[in-house]
């Protein structure tokens, strides 16, 4: 039972287009949505996270909006770089924090 | 500030083998966690903890034994190793209360043979 579904696998993207990333969870008591990005050979790393009572949130180049009656949220990746090629996982969170699970992650290639 | 540190990076083990991953954390992080990497698969919790002397079961638990008798320590101990625990695995740690915001180590790349 996969409790955060992530789509889609693979994305490759232009330079300067945007990428776009989805999640839905089922387990209404997960309270806090972060996004996580990892390069080859690297631990994953925390790239921007969202709780359900806002439902968007925007670091630079990254956004993230939230459905909280769909159960779905999306990462949206503006002018997308060619070192923005990594490996991304949403995850969702309850146990303030102490059980994070993770979504099966999205390889994103953007080509110069 | 070493942040988290997995050791060893690199194992190869035989069918039945038994060892420790060792995590370590100097942030004072009071939550600390294992995950197992696979292609396809994502990270999948394996054990987690929010205290010294509490630790509690994730998504896989099985064939995976925690202790956590230190805030700094979190070692995974594998019983009797299978190939289906050929993996990369991850430690991370968290402040009690951050949500989601988790420190990653660079991994273990294990190999069951």
């Known amino acids: 039972q996969q409790q955060v579904k992530q789509s889609p696998q693979s994305l490759i993207v232009q330079k300067g287009g945007i990428s776009i990333i989805n999640c839905a969870y089922e387990n209404t008591a997960f309270d806090y949505f972060p996004w996580y990005q990892q390069f080859p050979g690297k631990g994953p790393a925390l790239l921007i996270a969202?709780?359900?009572?806002?439902s968007e949130k925007k670091e630079g180049r990254f956004t993230i909006s939230f459905n909280k009656s769909a159960k779905q949220f999306s990462l949206h990746i503006m002018d997308s770089q060619p070192g923005d090629s990594a490996t991304y996982f949403c995850?969702?969170?309850?146990?303030?924090?102490?059980?994070?699970?993770f979504g099966q992650g999205t390889e994103l290639s953007v080509k110069p | 500030n070493a942040g988290v540190t997995q050791t060893p990076k690199f194992q190869v083990l035989k069918t039945g083998q038994s060892m420790t991953l060792q995590c370590a954390q100097d942030m004072n992080h009071e939550y600390m966690s294992w995950y197992r990497q696979d292609p396809g698969m994502g990270l999948r919790l394996i054990h987690y903890s929010v205290g010294a002397g509490i630790t509690d079961q994730g998504e896989v638990p099985n064939g995976y034994n925690v202790s956590r008798s230190t805030t700094e320590d979190f070692p995974l101990r594998l019983l009797s190793a299978a190939p289906s625990q050929t993996s990369v695995y991850f430690c991370?740690?968290?402040?009690?209360?951050?949500?989601?915001?988790?420190?990653f180590g660079s991994g273990t790349r294990l190999t069951v043979v």
């Open positions: 969202i709780r359900p009572d806002v």
């Open positions: 995850a969702a969170n309850y146990n303030q924090g102490g059980k994070l699970i």
């Open positions: 991370a740690s968290s402040y009690r209360g951050q949500g989601g915001g988790y420190t």
